[in-house]
């Protein structure tokens, strides 16, 4: 598959600010991924003056936002895992409520200076949202903060056999196999929302689809995404620790993340016992109890705030992301990258070419035990002097694969300028 780099014109109106911002997710209270994303750019946008509207599906208890000025309206839903079977396959294809409660806001409160903003809408949201938002389409800029809007599954992986997916979205050879975690039954549900997305996003002139990562074009074009509508905006991210982690003085390898079989948790384990290294897991899931009592070395530490987790990412010696599907960004990455710890991760993952490119980390078939075992002695048995050269390294060197908050802001709001300006160009008579 060729890697695309969206070439996007620069508008000489990129500068105009918006008079009202309206983001659109799922969620509004934070455990990290893409509701943190959209929480910390509500908060950044309100610190620079500009009112914001965050309109989400759940409960809207939002202590953070509120906290920061930020209106919150909620429909008070819960998330399609928490309901009855027959009510989330209902709303999860398509939310009424959603559409109109957005229509309505819309009615009441539009105006030609506000952008908006539609984040996550899996979970809860669903596609009505884009009706939703199809009359102010040219000021509504939609995140890809993973492959949902490509593919049914979200992730380009064949789930039963572990292994990456190349097949065409929606193809024939597509909805014939049977993917899912969980059954084919539910794999032809998403395959039906799936198409009820794709007809959302035709035939409107939406103003751009943001990737967190450059690499993530091809697979949208496949599924019918225009190139011109893919701007990349790499993800901000902010240390895990003050200063910098002393890598070269650590033993311990580090995962943090979901644990459940597509993160390649199980993974990392094996390769730590090869590599007879300690392995501390800092996160949760559905295998995290029987991984527990599989293997009593591992030290399983369970989901962990960011000020809980600072000491032990300081002991850490290396960060080990061995994703099974093609991570589109992996956040934790540059969070590591930033606080001064290197870095293994799977090939398949976007972020490896430049990891390996920079010298700050290492990229290999992370599915294969031998083969993430022999990355680990690498740094495991690498001089001190290097291994403070490739830390430091990876805190320099992180600006080419993350912004910081500061930096994101800016380039949203230059994304957000843009979409004013050719609003207001397609407004004219």
Request: aromatic content about 6%.
């Amino acid at each position: 598959m060729t890697r695309v780099e969206p070439v996007r014109a620069e508008s000489a109106h990129a500068h105009l600010r918006p008079g009202r911002v309206v983001i659109v997710n799922d969620a509004s209270t934070a455990r990290g991924g893409a509701t943190g994303l959209a929480i910390l750019s509500a908060e950044l946008l309100t610190a620079r003056g500009i009112p914001v509207t965050f309109i989400a599906g759940d409960d809207g208890v939002a202590e953070r936002l509120r906290a920061s000025g930020v209106e919150v309206i909620a429909l008070g839903d819960k998330g399609l895992v928490a309901e009855k079977p027959v009510t989330a396959a209902a709303r999860g294809l398509y939310h009424r409520r959603a559409r109109r409660a957005l229509a309505e806001w819309i009615a009441r409160h539009d105006g030609p200076e506000v952008v908006y903003h539609l984040h996550g809408w899996s979970k809860i949201l669903s596609p009505a949202v884009l009706d939703g938002l199809r009359p102010v389409a040219t000021r509504t800029l939609i995140h890809a903060h993973d492959f949902f809007l490509a593919c049914p599954n979200g992730g380009f992986m064949d789930y039963r056999s572990g292994l990456p997916c190349k097949l065409v979205p929606l193809g024939a050879d597509c909805l014939a196999t049977n993917c899912d975690k969980r059954s084919y039954g539910q794999k032809l549900w998403r395959v039906a929302r799936q198409g009820i997305l794709r007809s959302r996003l035709k035939g409107a002139a939406w103003a751009e689809v943001l990737m967190i990562h450059a690499g993530m074009a091809p697979y949208l074009m496949m599924s019918g995404i225009e190139p011109g509508l893919l701007a990349a905006l790499p993800n901000p991210s902010s240390a895990l620790v003050p200063g910098r982690v002393a890598a070269e003085r650590n033993r311990d390898f580090l995962f943090i993340g979901r644990i459940e079989a597509e993160k390649g948790v199980e993974d990392a384990i094996d390769a730590a016992r090869l590599a007879r290294v300690r392995l501390r897991v800092v996160g949760d899931g559905p295998l995290r109890e029987s991984l527990a009592a599989r293997f009593p070395e591992v030290d399983f530490l369970g989901w962990m705030s960011r000020e809980e987790m600072a000491p032990i990412v300081a002991e850490a010696r290396v960060l080990i992301m061995p994703s099974r599907y093609p991570e589109p960004y992996g956040l934790v990455v540059a969070e590591a990258l930033r606080s001064g710890l290197p870095v293994i991760l799977a090939e398949t993952a976007l972020l490896s070419e430049q990891v390996v490119r920079q010298g700050i980390g290492l990229s290999c078939d992370t599915r294969d035990p031998a083969s993430l075992a022999a990355a680990i002695c690498v740094l495991r048995d690498m001089p001190p002097a290097e291994m403070e050269s490739i830390s430091r390294a990876a805190q320099s060197g992180v600006g080419e694969i993350s912004t910081t908050p500061e930096q994101w802001v800016e380039a949203l709001l230059r994304h957000y300028g843009a979409a004013l300006a050719a609003s207001r160009c397609n407004r004219r008579p």
